[in-house]
T-cell receptor
């Protein structure tokens, strides 16, 4: 069956450290993969998009990797800050023509000051 | 720059009642989507629309009806609400341009409780 897995347990790290979140998927062949941030009581907000032929994408303190062989994406936040505390969702774009995304259930990140 | 707005933000209703959740976007995006978010399930697609008067089912469409007579509006109706439809509902929109590559813009959500 098709599945997207994100660590359901919250990730707690100290301010200034690098946070690494994982997104694993099975039985999908996504052309693109996206990461979103969701704060409590709000809708998800787009952060980064990476294509299947790209290994790595960066935006300021954020970095995403995409390994289609391992079927895994890693999302890194360097020099993390308490304001980075949120839930992070990965989403697969499997290019069915529907333009809908398939979301993981998200990982909650808590950055301690 | 209103973006995408959902109303109401909170709604309590009883089983068997009809409920309509509203979604309005100001960008003239072609694509619009309705998702529900439940603990442990993430976001699941209910319905989507590629343009005015074009709608199609997503992963969990049973018990829901949508319409899209105008590009900017995409209401979601629960014809006869059930307790299992208690959830947080998100509307999203997406530009049809190739460069946007399905990046979705979400509303703030409607928290619905069915008693």
């Amino acid at each position: 069956s098709q599945k997207i897995e994100q660590n359901s347990e919250a990730l707690n790290i100290q301010e200034g450290k690098t946070a690494t979140l994982t997104c694993n998927y099975t039985n999908y062949s996504p052309a693109y993969l996206q990461w979103y941030r969701q704060d409590p009581g709000r809708g998800p907000v787009f952060l980064l998009l990476i294509r299947e032929n790209e290994k790595e994408k960066r935006k300021e303190r954020l970095k995403v990797t995409f390994d289609t062989t391992l079927k895994q994406s890693l999302f890194h936040i360097t020099a993390s800050q308490p304001a980075d505390s949120a839930t992070y969702l990965c989403a697969l774009d499997i290019d069915t023509g529907r333009r809908a995304l398939t979301f993981g259930s998200g990982t909650r990140l808590q950055v301690q000051p | 720059d209103a973006g995408i707005t959902q109303s109401p933000r909170y709604k309590i209703t009883e089983t068997g009642r009809q409920v309509t959740l509203m979604c309005h976007q100001t960008w003239s995006h072609s694509y619009m989507f309705w998702y529900r978010q439940d603990l442990g399930h993430g976001l699941r697609l209910i319905y989507y629309s590629a343009a005015a008067d074009i709608t199609d089912k997503g992963e969990v469409p049973d018990g829901y009806v949508v319409s899209r007579s105008k590009t900017e509006n995409f209401p979601l109706t629960l014809e006869s609400a059930t307790r299992s439809q208690t959830s947080v509902y998100f509307c999203a929109s997406s530009d049809s341009g190739r460069n946007q590559r399905n990046i979705q813009y979400f509303g703030a959500g409607t928290r619905l409780s069915v008693l």
